[in-house]
């Protein structure tokens, strides 16, 4: 019999990250309810959850790595929802233990698991991690804890809540977000463990996990990438797009994301996927990519590249200036208008700014009327309704008189 539990992240006082429209803990809480659902209809498993509601007060990582103890898991799952410093970073990410068995087998579940979120649901593969504290064992709590109590452990999180591209997935589908997630996390336990369902009619029985070996576990990348360097193949002004290759490298990591300044580092794009079919837990020294930029019209800018590796620490690459798009007709009209304006042609435009402002204060006043207007039909139109309401009243008060006259 295959025991999982599965631990939604945070609950009670501990909402985990939360934005205007998402709090963790009731997602976490969510997505564990239908996994357990899930989970239950697969034949000899059994399954437990640490907690199933928000009321009670917040469990600390030990009291639920111990609840997996109790229940002599196999292995302990903790749900969870991203979301970072400067709300850029996107995508899907699992962490395990670094060392030997609890790796082997927590990366294999994990590689099911991303297979799932990112080849499936198409969230971006931010990796299968390890991550270290000071004391030369697992960082997180869920997973060290688990760890010491002999049980694989690992931590999913599933996407960020707080960019675009992947609340996307969570508004289009709204409170079946939470159906999606929680099934196919379920589903990846099934294939982890070889799982069966008759009443699913789901056979998982020859599934081959993922092999990672104990003795190459991924280990956590501290420094930043070390090479990052940038050249311009080619610029073409009249279609106004550069090809420009980046070359970047870090021999403890990879290379995930980029983003690019061209006005030489003051603002940046925002994050984009350095290499669209990165395969999870590969490693590279290095890496080539060709992007399109586009050249800004009239003017040169100052291209410069930053790249992220998977731990995301970043580089900034040297910088290198991007000839100006040629200024189509239409353009340099309005180019040619914008050369000849004077300091009197400035004023004015100023002037026009000041005197733009009446003539708002006019619009305004505009509705005002409007709703004067309006008012004074709406009063009239009672007004109508009332007299119409009296002559009604009246003329039936007579014709009851009259009733009562005729009844005596
Ligand atoms: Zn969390």
């Known amino acids: ?26 997602l976490t809480l969510k997505v564990a309810n239908v996994m357990y659902d899930r989970l239950k209809q697969y034949d000899d498993v059994e399954v437990y959850l640490t907690r199933d509601n928000n009321t009670d007060p917040d469990l600390s ?45 927590g990366a294999s579940f994990a590689s099911i698991v991303m297979d799932s979120l990112h080849g499936e649901l198409g969230f971006f593969d931010r990796g299968i991690k390890t991550r270290i504290g000071d004391d030369g064992t697992d960082y997180y709590g869920i997973i060290k804890y688990g760890t010491e109590l002999n049980i694989p452990s690992v931590i999913i999180e599933h996407c960020h809540m707080d960019e675009s591209r992947d609340y996307d997935f969570l508004h289009e589908h709204g409170e079946d977000s939470y159906t999606i997630l929680g099934q196919a996390d379920a589903d990846c336990v099934a294939k982890y463990f070889r799982l069966s369902s008759s009443s699913l009619g789901l056979d998982y029985s020859s599934y081959e996990a993922p092999v990672l070996s104990a003795y190459e576990p991924v280990l956590p990348d501290d420094t930043a990438p070390e090479t990052c360097e940038i050249e311009l193949l080619d610029a073409d002004t009249v279609s106004g797009t550069a090809l420009v290759r980046m070359n970047a490298s870090d021999s403890d990591s990879i290379i995930q994301y980029y983003r690019y300044s061209l006005d030489g580092g003051v603002s940046f794009t925002k994050l984009l996927p350095w290499n669209d079919d990165i395969e999870a837990g590969q490693s590279c020294e290095k ?10 019209p009239g003017k040169e800018s100052e291209l410069i590249v930053r790249v992220y590796n998977r731990y995301d620490k970043y580089t900034d690459s040297n910088l290198i200036v991007l000839p100006a798009a040629e200024i189509k007709e239409q ?24 005197v733009a402002v009446p003539g708002e204060l006019g619009a305004a006043k505009g509705s005002y009327n409007g709703l004067l207007i309006s008012g004074a039909a709406i009063v009239i139109c009672i007004a109508a309704l009332l007299t119409v309401i009296l002559v009604l009243v009246s003329s039936s008060r007579r014709r009851k008189k009259r009733k009562r006259r005729r009844r005596y």
């Open 61 to 105: 990582r030990k009291d639920r790595a111990k609840i997996a103890a109790d229940h002599n898991a196999d292995l302990f799952i903790s749900l969870h929802f991203n979301m970072s410093e400067n709300h850029d970073l996107y995508g899907a990410e699992v962490w395990t233990s670094a060392f030997g068995e609890y790796y082997e087998k």
């Open 1 to 26: 019999m295959t025991v999982v539990v599965i631990d939604p992240g945070h609950g009670g006082d501990n909402l985990g990250g939360h934005t205007d429209e998402f709090i963790e803990q009731e």
């Open 331 to 354: 353009e340099t009209e309005t180019a040619q208008s914008a050369d000849s304006v004077d300091e009197d042609d400035l004023k004015a435009s100023e002037y026009d700014e000041i």
């Open 287 to 296: 890496d080539n990519v060709n992007a399109s930029i586009e050249l800004a």
